[in-house]
């Protein structure tokens, strides 16, 4: 079973997330911080992390480079609000950018392809 960590500071983000891909046969963990995700990522070793980008404290930005910087492979997909996404340097190490949605679609869609892909 492909395990993935879904990093958001809102709740009902994380909890949408967590239902809709544990209905499609992965295995879930959350986490609601920068601090935690790192946590998280050490000890249970996801295939894939959805981050959010805005965050109090350490924001999906320095999340996603200190990934990098421990594992330059994991799938990366960047989550954020309409219009708060600007791409910029920092941004290139993620494997996928979506905007948040109630409708899980296309976060669906693009964990299956890089999933696939790896
Ligand atoms: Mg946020």
Same mark, same amino acid.
Do not use: C
């Given at each position: 079973?492909?395990?993935?960590?879904?990093?958001?500071?809102?709740?009902? =983000?994380?909890? #949408?997330? $967590?239902?809709?891909?544990?209905?499609?046969?992965?295995? %879930?963990? @959350?986490?609601?911080?920068?601090? /935690?995700?790192?946590?998280?990522?050490?000890?249970?070793?996801?295939?894939?992390?959805?981050?959010?980008?805005?965050?109090?404290?350490?924001?999906? =930005?320095?999340? #996603?480079? $200190?990934?990098?910087?421990?594992?330059?492979?994991?799938? %990366?997909? @960047?989550?954020?609000?309409?219009? /708060?996404?600007?791409?910029?340097?920092?941004?290139?190490?993620?494997?996928?950018?979506?905007?948040?949605?109630?409708?899980?679609?296309?976060?669906?869609?693009?964990?299956?392809?890089?999933?696939?892909?790896?």
């Amino acid at each position: 079973m492909k395990k993935i960590l879904v990093v958001d500071d809102e709740e009902s =983000i994380r909890e #949408l997330y $967590r239902a809709e891909l544990s209905d499609e046969g992965y295995e %879930v963990d @959350l986490a609601a911080d920068g601090r /935690e995700a790192l946590r998280r990522l050490d000890a249970f070793r996801p295939d894939l992390v959805t981050l959010d980008i805005k965050m109090p404290g350490i924001d999906g =930005i320095e999340v #996603l480079r $200190r990934i990098r910087e421990k594992n330059t492979t994991i799938p %990366v997909i @960047l989550v954020s609000a309409f219009g /708060e996404f600007k791409q910029d340097f920092n941004t290139w190490a993620s494997d996928a950018y979506i905007v948040k949605s109630h409708d899980p679609t296309e976060l669906k869609e693009t964990i299956r392809k890089l999933l696939e892909a790896g």
